[in-house]
């Protein structure tokens, strides 16, 4: 069967999450992506987590099924090379996503001498090109704030700026390819990790909050915003989350437990109405100090089996082996994961793209390539140089094979 | 100018965040995106944050630049209008994105005998259907547990799954729309929250941590993992993010502060060597010990100067009023944003895409529309329906205006 993004070819000169991501989206889905790193690997070759042997798990999962060419890019020839594959003819080819400095011969003009309908997506830390990183920019989003039971500012451990840029890269190349395929027309595609911040934010009303209302949304530890949702402690020692945004869903929590009536006390007694989502906000401490004790005297296998049964809408906690041991959708029955071995690591459960496309069967995940592993291949493909030619350049250290 | 996404038209059925975004970033690129509500709204309609008059600053920020048609979805007359819309005819439609129940008048293939090479997303909690929210899957994605300085699960306040879910859907429909257009052929494209939460948790090699070496990561405060990064108190009250990856961030941060030779006494005390990244995190409670007054001594201010003459890699913690007040990059001299007069509610600054692309100027980031204020344009224009026609089905409550 023929892959969703058939003909279509990305170049990546990237390092950390965001870039990588962007390309291994589109790998997933079907793209040649080749991944151009100087030789020995880029600043992000040897990121924790490692294994015992050195190897990074955080490389192999941000890579899998591309192409790995390595190049000395400090070098003329080399800086050429590269050059010439990221304006290499096809019509699906000449696309290039970079997080570096696009200077110098990355220089998106110079570029495009070799190919005058290129397309470039360069991602940068701010909009004005300057430095940041993940945990620069989320600092200053306001959310740090209003996480955690307090006003101290708690980091999230998930890179969520640089998750959703690789997420904003996947879908920028491809419009711009439909547009190129449209049009003939290339173009430069500008994209930074605090705009990414700044949009999202606003997206989701945080900052009209401050602009309209005066106020600007306060920590409320694990609760939810605006409708009811608490975790509750069980009695061995495991934690779930309750959630009610419908109606359906809040009388689920009542039949499930056994308390309808007791919680009906709560909106006399609170003097709000029950009915609404604003009502079950505003009434939330004493709704959880009726709960409470429920969950306490239970197990979570109790608790799991009084819940589904009457249709809460919940979850458990887990922490990440919790995941890996417990976790029926973390697991080779989920069609999304594959058992796949990884070069110098050994087999993990490795996700594919989890979009399913009915059309097409779901690209293999795949591993990272080990690195300089396609740069003979993909310089003979593309660049129609033969193997006593490459070979040459390898000796003088120009690419490594 | 024409714009990016010319001629691509999407009907969104749909509520809260994931779907909502995802039509949103392709109306932000020019895409023509209907979304389809029942009359007076769907669930999403009036969620929290609201305006004291009511109105939702989430809906109006999360359904910018959509049309609006408002429909009886439980009147049969009404679900066959809805059907016909989103089979209409057109190169660049037929193309639907749904979060809601996919069944009944809804169902794929159903939908499919108006329009055979029809593209319908649909995203659900579980891959098995069932239901589940952010709150919910996030809860077992391993990361409340290793958030913040104790094992303490603490839940985001960012509801990153939705978002990238969303993103998710902005590339999977393009992708489908490219296939559709070489091939001729439609697809049902299936994505659940909790596998774009499993996939990103093990692309981000937290899941291959345990399997491979036999440890999940721990909670370590604000630090960041694997390099160094603290965050560090002012005089003044406020809090920066100090972040040191590359050995020149690293040096910057001793220049900056006159620290180096003290920062330099820790490697040999510690036994580490600090000249790479895994030495200053296993140094990294010494190393912030050794900073930490130079940043109790001084203002955000003389902390931003030195900083920045050093260049080194930091960012300032900001509460939502601080980042609406204070951060030059939210405000219309960020190209990104433009004030916006929102119905019902008024102006605030609002964003376009993060995307700047080169060949098109960036798409006003219009305004949410009032519920049903397209119903009659679009009812004419892709159904051919007069304007008497519309007025009695109006009449009749199929369709409101």
Redesign the interface.
Known sequence: MTP???D?RVVEVSAF?AAP?GG??LAQ?GAEVIRIDPIGGN?DY????L??AGE???W???NKGKRSVAIDLRHAEGQELARALIGAPGEGGGILVTNLPAKGWMDYETLRQSRHDLIMLQLTG??DGS???D??????????????PT?E????????WD??AG??I???L??????R???G????????L???M????????????????GT??Q?I??D????Y?H?FATRDGR???V?A??TRQWAAIGLATGLSERLAMIGPMMGVDLAT??GR?AARHAISAVLEPWFAARSLGEVREALEAAGV?????????????E?S??SAD????RQVDHHG??P?????????????TRQEPGSAPRLGSATEAVLHERLGLAAHEIARLAERGIVSL
């Open positions: 969703l993004l058939t279509l999450i991501l291994m989206t889905l600043i040897r990121r924790w987590p294994n015992e990074s798990l955080y192999a999962s941000l701010n909009p430095s940041a990183v945990y620069t920019v989320n600092c200053a989003s306001g959310l740090p704030h209003a996480t955690g006003a500012p708690v980091n999230h451990v998930m890179p969520v998750v959703a997420l904003y996947a879908t920028g491809l419009a711009a390819e439909r547009h395929a449209r049009t027309a290339g173009q430069k595609i500008d994209l930074s605090a705009d990414v700044l949009a999202s934010v606003a997206n989701l009303g945080f900052t009209a909050e401050v602009e309209i209302n600007g949304r920590p530890g694990n939810l915003y605006g409708a949702g975790d934690r779930v989350m959630v945004i419908t989502e604003g906000f809408l919940w979850g458990p906690y887990q922490d990440f082996a919790q995941l890996v041991g976790d959708r973390f989920n069609p999304m994961f690591i050994g993990f459960l490795t996700p594919g793209s989890p979009l399913a496309f009915g059309a097409v």
